[in-house]
């Protein structure tokens, strides 16, 4: 059994390391549309939603925001695979769980942008007597987006880092293929994991410093 590090290794283990990454990138596209799109619905209807729904849904979203996302993919797993479809692939489950998850966090960054506008425009739509749609569509979503665009990106860079959670599932993510190499081989352990972090540095770090400066640079902005 190999106990230091190998390149020779390395380079056995990269072709499957790489396929993981790729699957990363997947579920984070998959999971950041749920979390983008969702999240604004969750803001829009917890805001100017009928008071049966409101209640419902912070409910809803507090029990997510406030469990562990492993807690969730585990329940909605087994229950999806003992009563609704055994069939339903890993990635479709853990991709949904986890945009859920951080939809309840996008939408506090949305609500946020909502709060900020400022209340004497709520006043001016309401006294022009301007649809519901305009109000929403040309004043409320455009102001809103620019003030939460940086914290949603911070929080999708976030979400990105959490997908090796559903390795638990068999999500064969770049943890999971660093697991099934050294099961195979009984090495590459380490030479696994060190690439796997370095694959998540490479692709997070340069977008958590544009969200930084986007950040900056909104915070300088007058609107």
Known sequence: MQTG????????????????????????????????????????????????????????????????????????????????????????????????????????????????????QWEAA????????????????PQMARRSAAAVGNWIIAMFKEVPTLFIIGVMEMIAEARAFQGQHYTGAVEGYTLAGLLFLAASYPVAVAMRRLENRLAKSNF
């Open 5 to 120: 590090w190998s390149n020779e290794t390395l380079r056995e283990i990269f072709p499957a390391i790489w396929d993981g990454f790729i699957v990363v990138l997947q579920v984070t596209l998959v999971a950041g549309i749920i979390a983008i799109v969702v999240g604004l619905l969750v803001a829009i209807g917890e805001r100017n939603g009928p008071a049966w729904l409101r209640r419902p849904l912070s409910l809803v979203f507090q029990f997510i925001r406030n469990t562990p996302l492993l807690v969730q993919v585990l329940i909605v797993w087994t229950a999806t695979s003992l009563y609704i479809n055994p069939d339903w692939s890993a990635f479709a489950v853990g991709s949904t769980v986890l945009g859920l998850h951080y939809a309840s966090y996008t939408s506090e960054s949305y609500r946020a942008g909502i709060d900020a506008i400022p209340k004497g």
């Open 126 to 141: 309401t006294a022009l007597n301007l649809p519901s749609h305009r109000v929403w569509g040309a004043i409320v979503l």
